[in-house]
């Protein structure tokens, strides 16, 4: 039998390993709760009617950008709240503040870095006229007296307008599937658009092909607010990661069937690849 001063020993031990194990688990779950406290919120916009890139299905958004920009977000330790509008109110979001980043293919031009910041480029595109495919239309120089359709706001515009089309010849659309619908039902003669986006249209439906190659050579940075350099740098940091690491490589598989011809792996400053669409 065990006398009483053995007794209170043990039991002094007893308290003292319990408190201990307290202890650590109450370090490892404080720890696992500041971590998730540092996590930076970032307030994510995109346009979800430019397929491969964004779209949505079963109210779920899914897309090239989509899960680039999760991947880019999860190697920074940043956490992604992400919200849809029309492509014409991403850049007047940024600048509003309303949001912090914006995905949606958007091409880095030079009006648009005064407005707002880019990140290095991530994919090189380029713009591409799509017609129904027993149509006499071979180049974007047979379109000056034929209905266009595009996408409002976009570099199509901008070409379309610079190639001499007459602006009441200019079908624009707020979503690019509605252009697609135009030259279906034959409101429009043909489409000119960013050709990954054609040619997605393309592959699932056999009465359009893409002619003439591409029209210009554009790239797509991730839009970010201006005046936020910290920002900047973790999109930058983590697009750079992601490359090295072979998640972007992933992207191209998932996402162009492993075409990496629009795969951009060096680090492209937005200033040196930004369209100069002063020049009309």
Do not use: W
């Not at 991947?71 to 014409?88: H, R």
């Not at 210009?216 to 740098?233: D, F, M, R, W």
């Amino acid at each position: 039998m065990l006398n009483k001063k053995m007794y209170r020993s043990l039991l002094l031990v007893g308290i003292l390993t319990t408190s201990v194990l307290a202890g650590c688990g109450t370090s490892s779950s404080s720890s696992s709760q500041s971590q998730a406290s540092k996590q930076q919120i970032i307030k994510v916009a995109a346009d979800t009617t430019f397929p491969p890139f964004e779209s949505e299905k079963d109210g779920k958004v899914q897309g090239f950008d989509i899960d680039m920009i999760n991947a880019i977000a999860k190697q920074e330790n940043l956490k992604v709240e992400l919200s849809t509008m029309q492509f014409t109110g991403l850049i007047p979001a940024l600048q509003a503040q309303s949001v912090d980043v914006a995905v949606a293919g958007i091409t880095i031009k030079k009006s648009r870095l005064n407005a707002v910041d880019f990140s290095n480029a991530y994919y090189k595109s380029g713009l591409s006229v799509l017609t129904k495919t027993n149509s006499p239309i071979q180049s974007v120089d047979d379109l000056k007296t034929k209905l266009v359709a595009t996408k409002k706001g976009t570099s199509s515009v901008d070409l379309l307008k610079s190639k001499g089309i007459p602006e009441k010849n200019i079908k624009q659309f707020d979503n690019i599937n509605d252009a697609y619908s135009a030259l279906a039902s034959g409101g429009a003669e043909a489409v000119v658009f960013d050709n990954p986006v054609n040619l997605d249209y393309a592959n699932s439906n056999k009465d359009v092909h893409v002619v003439g190659g591409l029209l210009t050579g554009e790239y797509y940075g991730i839009a970010v607010v201006k005046n936020n350099p910290e920002l900047l740098k973790k999109i930058n940091d983590g697009l750079k990661t992601i490359k090295a690491n072979g998640e972007y490589k992933k992207l191209f598989a998932q996402y162009f069937g492993g075409d990496q011809s629009g795969a951009v792996q060096e680090e492209l400053d937005p200033a040196k690849v930004a369209l100069d669409d002063s020049k009309k």
